[in-house]
Nanobody, 122 residues
Framework: QVQLVETGGGLVQTGASLTLSCAVS????????VAWFRQAPGKERAFVAG???????LYGDFVKGRFTINKDNAKNTVYLQLNNLNSEDTAVYYC????????????????WGQGTQVTVSS
């Protein structure tokens, strides 16, 4: 059974940084793609960043160099470093896993975590 557990969210001020973690069990991050999505109230789930099984990375257009995705194969964990946060980054952040390539479309991802809330106050 595949499980993804996100941690690291919280309430921060504008300009702050956070590191989100996605601990995976039941599948290897070394052999699958993992991505971060986010969903703000009243909005669709949006692609934030993804990392392929060989470590290639993709980012959503709005990231603009502020976020970094990486993974630790030994810990079977994927991280999302969030820098220079602003109020528009307030959302629930989810990690997702699938076999094969990275897709921007959330409906094409097979396994999801429960999400972690990030709230940025001005």
């Amino acid at each position: 059974q595949v499980q993804l557990v996100e941690t690291g969210g919280g309430l921060v001020q504008t300009g702050a940084s956070l590191t989100l973690s996605c601990a995976v069990s039941g599948h290897s991050v070394n052999g699958n793609a993992v991505a971060w999505f986010r969903q703000a109230p009243g909005k669709e789930r949006a692609f934030v960043a993804g990392i392929s099984y060989i470590g290639q990375t993709l980012y959503g257009d709005f990231v603009k160099g502020r976020f970094t995705i990486n993974k630790d194969n030994a810990k079977n964990t994927v991280y999302l470093q969030l820098n220079n946060l602003n109020s528009e980054d307030t959302a629930v952040y989810y990690c997702a896993l699938r076999g094969g390539v990275i897709y921007f479309d959330a409906t094409l991802w097979e396994h999801w975590g429960q999400g972690t809330q990030v709230t940025v106050s001005s």
